[in-house]
């Protein structure tokens, strides 16, 4: 009997604590509930070949939390394209710029080279300020992918040409070759002033710009590696498309991309990986600091594939030290993660196709499809 006795407390015990267990976590329905609050203000951050390593090994030689740290709604995208399992820039730049899985290379159209409607043309449409910063050409797959519509990511001067064919306020990075020193011998510098852009080939004149449409084109070629020269260009440029487009009472989009990430992981070194992420994440802090400040902007941070397959064989958290290994000098073929900040954040939680990111920036805005 007394044995008895002590299985059926041991089991009341059990049976109250697993209940208690159930209890707090299905009454907890903040974890379940998506909001639908509609935001003003989109700033998307891609980190070009950013996965999970790359951001933790930017954790470990830091030495202190980074500002990505801060944000709590995080969720992975899946990335394969349409035509392989392992995506390029132009096939992912696309499935998050449109909702559309499509082929490698391409450039803002489906599988059948049909152009389809980036989520920056929607809030153009929707009288919203627009704008793409970064440190590749502009002209480059990731932001072409948001403005351009071309069957090849490497038609560079046609893509160029899309550029004008928008109402897109800002843009800043290199490429200016693209659009001055051309097969067909048009200068579109002069093309984009008659259309009231401030043409800027110098990056210290992109702080002192008071123009409400800004062509920063400053770099003949792709910007240099951070420690080669670019310095905060990313920051600079970043703050001042934020500062330009905030003008706009009906909000803006903005995409921001830190494209040398991936090129560390291409090239294996990774010292330019670390160098380019932390960059990147200082840029992260100042945009987290204005959505705080607004209310009402929400930021999306993610990548649009992985590069390198980073893996950590081994380091030391006091030292800041690491010891990377990589599968491949080409991307990988993993999730990615997506971190969100902001009104609307928690819709970003999970697993998803990459495709749902425009999906999701769609009902962010209470925009609907044409």
Not at 114 to 139: Q, R, W
Request: aromatic residues 10%.
């Amino acid at each position: 009997m007394k044995r008895i006795g002590i299985i059926i407390i041991g089991l009341f015990f059990l049976f109250a604590c697993f209940g208690q267990q159930d209890s707090t976590t299905f009454n907890d329905t903040s974890d379940f509930i998506e909001s639908s609050q509609k935001v003003k203000n989109i700033i998307l951050m891609i980190g070009d070949g950013m996965g999970v390593t790359q951001i933790y090994a930017g954790i470990t030689v830091n030495k202190s939390p980074l500002n990505i740290e801060k944000i709590k709604n995080i969720g992975f995208a899946k990335t394969y394209s349409a035509s392989d399992y392992i995506t390029d820039s132009g096939a992912s730049g696309t499935a998050i710029a449109t909702g559309h899985k499509t082929y490698n290379k391409a450039i803002g159209v489906d599988k059948d080279t049909v152009p389809v409607k980036s989520i920056l043309e929607y809030a153009e449409d929707h009288g919203k300020a627009t704008g793409l910063v970064a440190t590749s050409y502009v002209t480059h797959a990731t932001p072409a992918s948001f403005i351009s519509h071309q069957a090849n990511r490497h038609d560079y001067e046609d893509i160029a040409a899309d550029f004008l064919k928008t109402d897109i306020e800002v843009f800043i990075g290199g490429g200016l070759k693209h659009f001055n020193q051309r097969k067909d011998n048009l200068d579109m510098t002069e093309q984009l002033k008659e259309n009231g852009y401030d043409v800027i080939m110098n990056r210290d004149s992109i702080p002192i710009s008071n123009s409400d449409k800004i062509a920063g084109l400053i770099y003949k070629g792709h910007p240099p590696k951070y420690t080669k020269g670019r310095d905060e260009m990313l920051q600079i440029c970043s703050l001042k498309a934020i500062e330009t487009l905030n003008r706009n009472n009906n909000g803006f989009f903005l995409m921001i991309e830190a494209s040398e990430i991936d090129w560390g992981g291409h090239d294996n070194d990774t010292e330019y990986i670390v160098d380019e992420l932390l960059d990147f994440d200082r840029v992260v802090g100042k945009v987290l600091d204005f959505a705080e400040k607004d209310g009402n902007t929400l930021v999306i941070i993610t990548a649009d594939h992985e590069t390198g397959g980073m893996g950590l064989n081994g380091g030391d958290i006091a030292k800041g030290k690491i010891n990377a290994k990589y599968t491949t000098s080409d991307h990988s073929g993993v999730m990615v993660p997506v971190f969100a900040f902001g009104p609307g954040s928690d819709n970003f939680r999970g697993i998803y196709e990459n495709t749902e990111l425009f999906i999701k920036m769609m009902n962010a805005f209470g925009f609907s499809e044409d």
